[in-house]
């Protein structure tokens, strides 16, 4: 049985005079109760990451839907998806930050800003969640026309505006990026594929979400700066789960929306009052395994870049 979360474990923030825009107190005050609360735990206790307590959730989200593409399929059921992630999140004690149908550009540029948010200093962990279509390594933006002349969003800026020096108020706090999206043009068959315009022979009105050569995902990561110098690990309590391994589609039903998304929302609203997050991600996998988007189609969502050092617990609800 899955070990319950002490409620002692809980951090208790009460807003300044100030207000909730007293980020320099708040963070202070944050940090310091950390402390003091961390060194009184034992080591079993140590395992899990600490959250904030009811009254002082202040939790944050970012969430980019892709819809209506300029050149590209448009991705009908998409909304249904960005409907319930928003919910779930909402359900989870998060604020939701959310955008839809942005450039390459403008979605950098989202990132970033969330990234830069004030009231990150105030929330105990953060979810990233993008949906559109894309290729290995990459998200398109609404512009995307071809190889020529492509508008695309780097994955791997994601982790760069999350990193501690970009990022510090969010240093040892859990980070999770969902990311609904393919990651090349294997597959497909009798349901929606997220790419933007291969629609199988065998699937009418079916979509994807892929369309540029492997190569530009690795030449279009050159927008950020590394830094040179940390004390603190660069890269650390992360996860990511992607919907779908490399080089294959991922599925979308035109009413009903992602079987990843879909899959998501049911698991987490049945199990994370006693899972943490690597086990909820774990119940998705296994549903591609069991179900799938159908017996002829096969998708399996992957962890990506999890670097967790505890267990992360969401307990909604209390």
Known sequence: MTPKLPQHVFITMTPSAGGIHDTAQMKAS???????????????EQEVYPVMAPAGKTRMALLITNVRFDHLNHRDGAEK???DMENLLKHLGYNVVKHRDLSGKDMDQAVERFCKDPCLAATDSVFVVIMSHGLKGIILGVHHLSDSEPDVF????????????????LLNKPKVVIIQACRGGTGGSVQVEDGPGFV????????????LPPHLADSVDEGIEEDAFRIVHKEKDLISLLSCTADTVSY???QKG????KYIVEIFKTHAHEDHVEELFRRVMKRFEDEGPSVNLKQMAVKDRCTLTRKFYLFPGH
């Open 154 to 169: 780097p994955i791997d800026h994601i982790y760069k505006h999350l990193d501690p020096a970009r990022c510090p108020a």
């Open 252 to 254: 979308r039903h035109p």
């Open 30 to 44: 944050l940090n310091a109760e950390c402390s003091v609360m961390w060194n009184t735990l034992c080591p079993a």
């Open 258 to 261: 992602s079987f990843f998304i």
């Open 200 to 211: 199988p022979k065998q699937a009418p009105g079916m979509q994807v979400d892929s369309a």
């Open 81 to 83: 998806d960005e409907g």
